[in-house]
């Protein structure tokens, strides 16, 4: 049935497992021997239900959500997050502090890369707020434009009580990620976070949701991830939302907040179970099916452990290919994403080369984001070993002709 397909290393939409495609096709025509196709059943039938919950019960296993966070499914993708964080987060604010005037609410922003910059900038554009820009990571680049690092802790500046705090764990564009523990010099800076208040901390996690533990998940106010990385088609947003930002935002626009359309309230969709209104059937049963296939297969600590040794050989062959002079990595060391790598293949033609010769090979998917050039290698789970090893395969060689 698979026949035909090459290895994808695309950013997104991306790879899925081979084996959880054939079973969705069953789906496809019959799901749960309902009868109906997946993409046909009504989504309050038991069956899909049922089905929705399981999905977020696997979800809470996996990354360990505690109770005080509720797991909602929504649309709109990590874009639409940019919008919904901050209306709710500004009605959350509002509600705590009615009497504040808007100049004086402040939504902290860690730029590390063109996706936490694009959310900065919808930020500064609903208004509502003013932007402060916690931490700038263009300061550390060479050309003071590009974003290949993490910035040092030092560098971060919080407000005392904001009405958020962003950041984006993983910058598919860039390939700049934080360490994936607390307490390393890249991590994220958890304790210079401000005290003495409930943290409205959110976090873009849509290109490394799923592919290992979510550090310090429970003092997250927002984390959300689009699906087409890691878990599943495009269509699909993921949320784990706290629940003191399920808030009355209608209540909140009496106050002088900006007025929240429904279908964007976090409270809206909690209250329904994320049924308000019709919901991505089939993007869902894709990723309770990769969820399912992932709980078998011994949980997020084994992809966690494969994620990791893919990256290393990719970065291996990468620094033997910067030695011999083929390849230059973008990224600053101890910010390197385990998701998407990128480098340059300096030379005339040469990237052009790198890249048709692996697509010669059946490796596809592997050019830089169109803003920035060079080559991406995404690594996201349904990447194999095997695949990696194809590929590290073929740089070595690549390498090896240049020199
Ligand atoms: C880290 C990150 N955030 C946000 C987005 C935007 O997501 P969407 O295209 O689902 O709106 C992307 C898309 O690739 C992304 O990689």
Redesign the pocket.
């Known amino acids: 049935m698979a026949e035909g397909r090459v290895h994808n290393f695309g ?2 939409p991306s790879a899925l497992p081979i084996d959880v495609l054939e079973e969705a096709t069953k789906g496809l025509l019959n799901f749960q021997e309902t009868g109906i196709g997946i993409a046909e059943i009504s989504h309050r039938s038991k069956e899909f239900t049922a089905f929705l919950s399981e999905t977020e019960d696997q979800i809470r296993t996996l990354l360990r959500v505690p109770p005080t966070h509720k797991i909602l499914f929504t649309q ?7 919008s919904s964080v901050v209306l709710n987060l500004l009605a959350r604010h509002h509600l705590l502090h009615p009497d504040l005037k808007n100049e004086d609410r402040v939504m902290d922003y860690v730029v590390t ?1 063109s ?2 910059k ?2 900065m900038e919808e930020a500064k554009r609903l208004g509502g707020g003013r932007v402060n820009i916690a931490a700038d990571a263009r300061r550390y680049s060479q050309d003071g434009k590009s974003f290949d690092t993490v910035p040092p802790h030092d560098d971060y500046i919080f407000s005392a009580d904001p009405a958020l705090i962003y950041y ?6 860039d390939g700049v990620q934080f360490a994936g523990e607390a307490g390393l010099p890249t991590s994220f800076p958890f304790a210079k976070l401000p005290e003495n208040t409930i943290l409205p901390l959110v976090a ?5 949701f799923m592919s290992r533990p979510i550090p310090r998940l429970a003092d997250h106010a927002v984390i959300f ?2 699906a ?2 890691n878990l599943g088609p ?1 269509g699909l ?1 993921i949320l784990i939302v706290r629940q003191d930002c399920l808030v009355d935002v209608d209540a909140a626009a009496k106050l002088g907040a900006i007025p929240v359309p429904l279908m964007l309230s976090y409270k809206t969709l909690a209250d329904s179970n994320s049924l308000y209104n019709t919901p991505p059937v089939l993007p869902v049963y894709i990723a309770g099916l990769v969820l399912r296939k992932m709980s078998a297969e011994g949980g997020l600590q084994t992809y966690a452990q494969s994620n990791r040794r893919k990256f290393e050989k990719i970065i291996t062959a990468l620094k033997e290919g910067e030695a011999k002079g083929a390849y230059k990595g973008k990224v600053k060391e101890g910010s390197v994403s385990w998701m998407n790598i990128v480098f340059d293949v300096p030379g005339e033609g040469r990237l052009q080369q790198f890249l048709d010769g692996a697509a010669q090979r059946g490796m596809k998917g592997l050019a830089g984001h169109r803003s920035v050039g060079g080559v991406r290698v995404s690594l996201y789970n349904a990447i194999t070993e095997e695949e990696t090893d194809q590929l590290v395969q073929y740089m070595n060689e690549f390498a090896t002709k240049t020199s």
């Open positions: 950013a997104g709109g993708g990590g874009s639409g997050q940019f890369g996706w936490s694009k959310a984006c764990e993983n910058e598919t564009v873009d996690y849509s290109s490394s991830a689009g087409q990385k495009a947003t």
